[in-house]
C-alpha cells in the first residue's frame, strides 16, 4: 500500500473530545465497508473515541448529502466525513451521480459551517476503485477523516481570529 499524498501533520490527539458523523453508501458496500474503517481508524488514532464517531448508512451515493445535511440540522457534529463509490459503467450516469453528490457536499459546509468532507470514489474501473480503498493508491477514507480533523482545527483558528503579535518599536 502506498503512503498517502496528503502532506499534512496532525497532533496525535487532534480528534479528541470532537465529534463526527461518517455518511456511508451500501453500494459496492465491500469497497465503502474499507473506507469505512480506515476513516474510523485514522479518527481512533487521532484521538477520538468510539462513541464520538457515529455511522449512518445510506443506499446510495445519491443519497449521502440528503443524509448529511438531515445530520447537520438534528447531530451535534464537528465535521460529516462522506464515503462512498460510483464507478463508472456503459452510460454517462454516474458523471451525473458524481457531480450532484460533489455539489450537495460542498453546500452542506456552505450552508451550515460544519466541515464536510469527500471520501466518494470517482474510479472508471474497479480495480482503480480497489487501489484507492485501501490498495496501491491507499485509501481515500482515512484521508477524508483526517481532512475532516484538519479542517476543525482550521476553523476554529479562524474564529479565534488572528494572534496578533506584539512588535515594540522602542517606545
Known amino acids: 500500500m502506498s503512503a498517502s499524498k496528503s502532506k499534512m501533520t496532525l497532533p496525535k490527539n487532534a480528534a ?8 456511508v453508501s451500501r453500494y459496492h458496500e465491500e469497497l465503502t465497508q474499507e473506507l469505512l474503517s480506515a476513516a474510523e481508524s485514522a479518527l481512533k488514532e487521532l484521538g477520538a473515541s468510539a462513541e ?19 445530520i447537520s440540522q438534528h447531530h451535534e457534529a464537528d465535521a460529516i466525513i462522506c464515503l462512498g463509490v460510483i464507478l463508472k459503467g456503459e452510460t454517462s450516469h454516474n458523471d451525473y451521480i458524481a457531480h450532484e453528490v460533489a455539489r450537495g457536499i460542498s453546500q452542506i459546509h ?43 482545527h482550521l476553523l476554529d483558528e479562524i474564529k479565534q481570529g488572528p494572534k496578533k503579535k506584539i512588535n515594540s518599536v522602542g517606545f
Open 16 to 23: 479528541e473530545g470532537k465529534r463526527f458523523a461518517i455518511v
Open 110 to 152: 456552505a450552508a451550515t459551517g460544519i466541515p464536510a468532507t469527500f471520501g466518494v470514489l470517482t474510479p472508471d474501473t474497479l480495480e482503480q476503485a480497489k487501489a484507492r480503498s485501501g490498495g496501491a493508491k491507499g485509501n481515500k477514507g482515512k484521508e477524508a477523516a483526517e481532512a475532516a480533523v484538519a479542517m476543525i
Open 52 to 70: 464520538s464517531i457515529h455511522t449512518f448508512w445510506v443506499p446510495g451515493a445519491f443519497e449521502i448529502p440528503s443524509a448529511a445535511r438531515a
